[in-house]
């Protein structure tokens, strides 16, 4: 399995990734994504709305505001609970995660560590020009929020009945004490998540139908089996809504984690803000004449972390004439590039003939055009970005207006029509 250092290596020298604000030293727990990064989280993002929104007739998407009312973390508990045992070490003053640590010695210099304090992992602000306690907001930890505070708009406004999800993808912010092994823990990142509402006591199978549904689609984009598992977790480490929690975990270079976690957050949090903003947050079911406050299953999935663990999964050396072949085995639907267009030689009318196709494929798929150093060099460099499909425009090209289309994985050739092109791709990706 790859290491994460020569992933970051990757990451950066091909523009998946780079430290947040590198010019000025980088700023921990942030991070920039480049040309190819970009690319590869909004598929990610694409996928995952393509399931839980488009596909279905009973999930309604939503954008709500990153910054809500203070008042929404005081009924969601966050205030309360939102909090990492933080330890300090007496000798280099570096902090800690008390739960990340082990016989009360500092893991960076051997001192001894301070008793732990809570520390709430909630980014504040000031809303407004005076910066007073009543001015006080906060960045939001988790996108669910904005969703349960949007549930009655949502319910009139979609006229949608029980059972009925509500699905939004945007930022987050947590203030990690200990952000770290390249983007798995950020200060900033992104959640996908989807609050999908039930009637009391049809909870729990639609719980075991969100972790079957969650896990499928991980290995529907290529997951391999050997790298997911699930994780039942126990009480004491569950979140203080949860009443089953179902983590879904990646196999790491640095051992089992949390990629995605499916919680049975119960009627809690539609009950709190009820309470706490006096609205009456319950429905009606007109089948049974029953009005009650909604549970809630809640698979929640963060970008950066699937993205991370997409590269991992995808990432493979190889040996060739040149050495080692480096393949990202991608699946198509989440390559950066679907297309690289390729003329074997820089020499006129070649590249003219390859713009041409070029021009022709842009509208249809994220592609990219490449006429530097070799052809094999240039496939090379696609496979190590993950680019399903390199087409090839060679002095044949002028004479029979084909293209050889070469695929990644198999490394098999075809030779296509060129007003065949765009079909033939569509159909490559349709099949993948
Ligand atoms: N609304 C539920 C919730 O926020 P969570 O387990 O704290 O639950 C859900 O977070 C997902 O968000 C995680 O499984 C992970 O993919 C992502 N996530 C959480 N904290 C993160 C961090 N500091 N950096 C990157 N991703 C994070």
């Known amino acids: 399995m790859v290491d994460l250092d020569t992933l970051f290596s990757l990451c950066k020298r091909r523009g998946f990734v780079y430290p947040g604000s590198e010019i000025y030293g980088g700023f921990g727990g942030f991070w920039d994504y480049g040309p190819l990064g970009v690319e590869l989280k909004r598929n990610i993002r694409d ?39 933080l330890v300090e070490c007496r000798v280099c003053r570096q902090r800690f995660r008390a739960d990340e640590v082990a016989e009360n010695v500092c893991p960076s210099c051997g001192g001894p560590l301070s008793e732990a304090r809570l520390f709430n992992t909630m980014f504040k602000t000031f809303v407004g020009p005076v910066e007073s306690e009543a001015a006080v907001a906060y960045l939001r930890p988790e996108t669910a929020q904005g969703i349960f ?30 952000p770290g092994r390249f983007t798995f823990r950020s200060r ?46 126990p009480a004491e480490e569950r979140a203080h809504y949860s009443k089953a929690t179902v983590d879904i975990m990646f196999r790491f270079p640095f051992g089992w984690a949390e ?140 004479e029979d207006n084909a293209v050889t289309i070469r695929d990644r994985d198999t490394m098999l050739q075809e030779r296509v029509p060129i007003p065949e092109l765009v079909s033939a791709i569509r159909d490559r990706l349709a099949a993948s």
């Open 47 to 85: 996928e995952w709305w393509r399931t839980i929104v488009q596909e279905r007739d009973d999930v309604v998407g939503l954008d709500a505001a990153i910054i809500m009312n203070p008042r929404t973390w005081e009924a969601s508990g966050h205030l309360r609970e939102f909090v990492d045992r």
């Open 259 to 398: 990629l995605e976690g499916i919680a049975n957050r119960t009627d809690f949090d539609l009950t709190r803000h009820g309470q706490v903003s006096g609205e009456e947050l319950t429905y009606f079911d007109e089948e049974t004449g029953q009005r009650y406050v909604p549970y809630v299953i809640e698979p929640s999935a963060g970008v950066e972390r699937s993205f991370l663990a997409f590269l991992i999964n995808a990432y493979e050396e190889e040996p060739d004439k040149e050495g080692v072949r480096v393949v990202l085995r991608l699946h198509p639907r989440l390559a950066p590039y679907k297309v690289a267009v390729l003329p074997l030689s820089r020499k006129e009318p070649l590249v003219e003939k390859a713009r041409e196709v070029w021009a022709l494929v842009r509208p249809h798929v994220m592609s990219t055009y490449d006429d530097a150093q070799s052809i094999g060099r240039r496939y090379r460099r696609q496979d190590e970005i993950g680019t399903p499909y390199c087409v090839t425009i060679d002095f044949q090209t002028l």
């Open 149 to 178: 505070v949007n549930f009655k708009n949502v319910l009139t406004t979609s006229r949608k009945k029980l059972p009925f999800g509500i699905a939004q993808i945007g930022k987050a912010f947590r203030n990690e004490i200990t």
């Open 188 to 233: 900033e990142f992104e959640q996908m998540e989807l609050e999908f509402f039930v009637k009391p006591g049809t909870d729990e199978e639609w719980f075991r139908c969100w972790v079957d549904q969650r896990l499928a689609w991980y290995r529907r984009l290529g997951m391999k089996p050997e790298n997911l598992k699930l994780h039942e977790v």
